[in-house]
């Protein structure tokens, strides 16, 4: 049974595109079911970019109000953060590969695109509200996939985040309440102009019986890996990244702090209450940094004391 | 025309991969793995340096290449001390707003 | 692994943690101080 998820029914996807449930409803996709295969190939090329972004599609089919993404491959683009269409480059690629797909029996369609965000979390950029847009008016249904892959290792878990964008002009009726997540100062501009134009899924992830029996095989080698890999000593240049943004957001609350105490009388109650959440925002941040590093220190002592302290 | 440059490229690629996992290679190690003179491959390694694809120094006295970036550890000090600088600041402006 | 060299690396990532820690909990109590100045302010009108 957990394997029939994994049954593409022609019949019904081709019934979705006639029915067409989300054109009235821009809020009408709220869940993501991703595969684990999918997830993996992600991940692995978004780390593989290292510090530059990279993209690529997702293939799958639709389910009521999910979307079930059971595969994913890689596009030949980088730096999709710094260029308007990135995937214009990849054009060609994308259409070869999905001819090829049918012609060996793969009957799912691409149903969005994943990039990553090395650094600086999971949220979309202006050009990724604008690049979705455009995918949402000619090739519903399409999901944004965003992978961090630097804070998916520092974090120890995988950093992602589905969106889609509300058309021009529409008002959501409720304010969608997102989990925080800290940005960096040069971003959060972008971030904060375009952040209502879109709205997060709920992300779950499934695999098959053969995914299971072979992850199983594999859990040794994990446990090899994990103890004796060491985040601490291979995530410092991004820790020393966070730490100076963070001294950057002090100076900047700092001045504003000092702006506001002069001009007290002028100041309105609203900024006031701005400034001190800036203060609260980077505490917060200070603590996130603090108890990732806490974590990878605790992961070296514990083998520092049950490896190193064996007296034979 | 282009053997040479390609020959460079080959063996820069191979170089990188192979000093990759060390912090200190003997140059004669080097030179067995590459087949190449010892002077060639010091050759190489100053134009990788110079060209910032390899982080390290060359200590021509014992002939050896020192891999990795020796300021590494500076930049998490220089973000604490920057750190620290601004909190220090912002103590001060949060006193002066008591007085 | 028993050596001098690890050791000290060790110890040296662990100080670092040990004040990375100690200056966030100074910006907490830095925030937390502002804020209880800004409430005294408006309870004197001192401004």
Not at chain 1, 150 to 178: C, H, L, M
Not at chain 1, 191 to 204: E, N, P, R, S
Not at chain 1, 210 to 235: E, Q, R
Not at chain 1, 266 to 293: F, G
């Amino acid at each position: 049974s957990s394997d029939s998820i994994f049954f593409y029914d022609e019949a019904a996807q081709a019934r979705f595109q006639r029915e067409q449930p989300w054109a009235d409803n821009p809020d009408y996709f709220k869940r993501v079911k991703i595969s684990a295969l999918a997830l993996l190939k992600m991940v692995v090329h978004a780390r593989s970019g290292g510090t530059i972004e990279v993209m690529g599609l997702m293939q799958g089919k639709i389910d009521g109000d999910a979307f079930i993404v059971m595969d994913a491959f890689a596009l030949p683009v980088e730096g999709t953060e710094t260029r308007v269409n990135a995937q214009a480059d990849a054009n060609e690629y994308m259409v070869e590969y999905s001819q090829t797909n049918k012609l060996v029996g793969r009957l799912e369609n691409v149903v969005g695109w994943y990039h990553s965000h090395p650094g600086y979390g999971c949220w979309l950029s202006g050009i990724d509200v604008s690049t979705q847009l455009l995918n949402q008016r000619f090739q519903e249904p399409f999901l944004a996939v965003v992978i961090d892959p630097t804070r998916t290792v520092s974090a120890g878990k995988v950093e992602i985040g589905a969106f889609r964008t509300y058309p021009r002009g529409y008002q959501p009726p409720d304010e969608p309440v997102s989990e925080y997540q800290t940005i960096p100062l040069s971003k959060i501009d972008d971030f904060g102009v375009h952040c209502k134009q879109y709205y997060a899924l709920d992300i779950t992830y499934f695999k098959s019986s053969l995914d299971c029996h072979l992850l199983d095989l594999l859990w040794n080698k994990y446990w090899v890996n994990t103890l004796s890999s060491s985040p601490l000593l291979g995530s410092g240049d991004y820790v020393a990244g966070q730490i100076s943004d963070l001294a950057e957001k002090i100076e900047r609350a700092e001045s504003q702090l000092a702006h506001s105490h002069l001009g007290s009388f002028i100041v309105a109650p609203q900024k006031k209450n701005e400034e001190e959440s800036q203060l609260t925002k980077i505490t917060r941040d200070s603590a996130k940094i603090t108890v990732e590093q806490v974590h990878l220190l605790m992961s070296q002592v514990i083998k520092d004391i049950l490896f190193n302290s064996v007296r034979l | 025309n282009y053997i040479e440059d390609l020959l460079k490229n080959v063996r820069t690629q191979v170089l990188l991969k192979l000093i990759k996992p060390y912090t200190k290679i003997q140059i004669p190690f080097i030179s067995k793995e590459l087949n190449m003179p010892k002077k060639d491959i010091e050759e190489l390694l100053v134009s990788l340096i110079l060209d910032n694809r390899i982080h390290g120094h060359i200590d021509q006295v014992n002939r050896l290449l020192e891999h990795g970036d020796r300021l590494k550890g500076i930049e998490k000090s220089t973000a604490i001390d920057k750190w620290n600088t601004q909190l220090t600041t912002l103590y001060q402006t949060v006193c002066h707003q008591v007085c | 692994i028993e050596s001098e060299k690890f050791q000290d690396d060790f110890l040296m990532e662990y100080n670092d943690t040990l004040l990375v820690t100690y200056l966030a909990m100074f910006t907490n109590c830095s925030s937390t101080m502002n804020e209880l100045v800004d409430k005294f302010n408006t309870a004197y009108d001192r401004h």
